[in-house]
């Protein structure tokens, strides 16, 4: 499975941002995909992720109501939907692909993912 990220930018604190992870290889729609960040000197954190069938969600607590994850397997696409942004989200932004058969499984550590794409940069300016 090869991922790619997109959408990463520089914005003012308050805005928004959507990142896309365009997947492809094997049956993408199989795969829990989840979002990871990581800053300067900072080790790489979880952020989001989601079951194969969109039928589960998990965020950390720093993100929690202000970030969404969603995606369309038809597109073999994730999004992160990136609101009311603050300096600290400002990272590196990494997607992430784990194969679980359950439908309601998901990525909740860096430990577990399969793959991972490039990274797309995210500067929240104050």
């Known amino acids: 499975v090869h991922v790619v990220e997109s959408g990463g930018g520089l914005v003012q604190t308050g805005g928004s941002l959507r990142l896309s992870c365009a997947a492809s290889?094997?049956?993408?729609?199989?795969?829990?995909m989840g979002w990871f960040r990581q800053a300067p000197g900072k080790e790489r954190e979880f952020v989001a992720s989601i079951s194969w069938s969109g039928g589960s969600t998990y965020y950390a607590d720093s993100v929690k109501g202000r970030f969404t994850i969603s995606r369309d397997n038809a597109k073999n696409t994730v999004y992160l939907q990136m609101n009311s942004l603050k300096p600290e989200d400002t990272a590196v932004y990494y997607c992430a692909a784990k194969y679980y058969s359950g439908r309601y499984s998901y990525i909740r550590t860096s430990l577990e993912p399969d793959y991972w794409g490039q990274g797309t940069q995210v500067t929240v300016s104050s």
């Open positions: 290889g094997r049956t993408v729609s199989s795969y829990a």
